[in-house]
């Protein structure tokens, strides 16, 4: 009984989903666009495009963007060098 416990664990940790590269790993293009759109507002200065957005909203969004980037470094498809979002 013991073997089918280990397969299965063994099997569920390879199925554990996507893995998502964290901010600090973007490529330098995407990481400085992404800081950007998040810079607060100052008096009279306008916040980033994405600095209305609650924190655990810009959690979800650098989550699911960093899963896409993950996805590109495990394919051989990501380029550090390219543009944001190229």
Known sequence: MKNTDTKRARKRSSHAGPRSL?????PKADRTAWEEACRPGHRFK???????LAEVSRQ???SRYGAFLGFLQRTGRLDLQAAAAA
């Open 60 to 62: 979800d969004f650098a």
């Open 46 to 52: 306008p916040g980033g495009a994405a600095s209305y």
């Open 22 to 26: 964290p901010i600090r790993e973007w």
